[in-house]
Structures are given as structure tokens and as C-alpha cells.
């Protein structure tokens, strides 16, 4: 069975960073393009970033771009997802995603979800 599970999500204050984890069992990682998405109470569920099989590629909601960086280390089928300079609207739960499609921005896409991470980020 497929399992994403997120950790490094938690309390922050503005301008601060986290870097959250993704670690994926129980599919080919590599044949797999990987996306975060995120979800703030009483709103969707809204795109973050998506990176492509090999890490080569990658795209951004235009709300984080120049904050996170998204990167993949397919020897330890793990995605990461960098944030800097955190803002209180990025305080949201955080999910990883899997597709077999490449730089899906429509999470309708994505095959496998983790559980999703707290990140909240305090003003």
C-alpha cells in the first residue's frame, strides 16, 4: 500500500522558517512527480508547489514563489519543501501528493495524499 507521511510542520513567527518532509512508501518514488498542497480553515484546498520525477522541474503558486523551495531526494523517496520568510497566511495543514503526471496544479490530479502537517505561523 502507498503511504506518504509529513512531518516538520509547527509554530513559527513571521519571517521564520520551516522545512517540512515528506517520506513515500510503497510506490516507484522516482516515476512519480511530487506536489504540496495546503488547506487554512473555511478555505479549499489550494496548490503549493509541484516538483517532477527527477527534481529538474519545478512550479510554484505565485503566492510563495521567491519563499519556498520545493526538492526531492529520490534515494530516500523523500520531497521537502523549504520556507522562508513565512507569512501568517501561509499558516495552513500541508499535504504531500503524488501524480503520475507532471506539474499538476489541480489537486484532482494527484493519486496518493499524506495526512498533512500543521504549520501555523504566528504574527
Known amino acids: 500500500q502507498v503511504l506518504l507521511v509529513e512531518s516538520g510542520g509547527g509554530l513559527v513567527q513571521a519571517g521564520g522558517s520551516l522545512r517540512l518532509s515528506c517520506a513515500a512508501s510503497?510506490?516507484?518514488?522516482?516515476?512519480?512527480?511530487m506536489g504540496w498542497f495546503r488547506q487554512a480553515p473555511g478555505k479549499e484546498r489550494e496548490f503549493v508547489a509541484v516538483?517532477?520525477?527527477?527534481?529538474?522541474?519545478?512550479t510554484y503558486a505565485d503566492s510563495v514563489k521567491g519563499r519556498f523551495t520545493i526538492a526531492r531526494d529520490n534515494g530516500q523517496n523523500t520531497v521537502f519543501l523549504q520556507m522562508n520568510s513565512l507569512k501568517p497566511e501561509d499558516t495552513a495543514v500541508y499535504y504531500c501528493?503524488?501524480?503520475?503526471?507532471?506539474?499538476?496544479?489541480?489537486?484532482?490530479?494527484?493519486?496518493?495524499w499524506g495526512q498533512g502537517t500543521q504549520v501555523t505561523v504566528s504574527s
Open positions: 501528493a503524488a501524480t503520475q503526471e507532471y506539474a499538476l496544479q489541480n489537486g484532482h490530479e494527484y493519486q496518493y
Open positions: 510503497g510506490l516507484t518514488f522516482s516515476m512519480y512527480a
Open positions: 516538483t517532477s520525477w527527477s527534481g529538474s522541474s519545478a
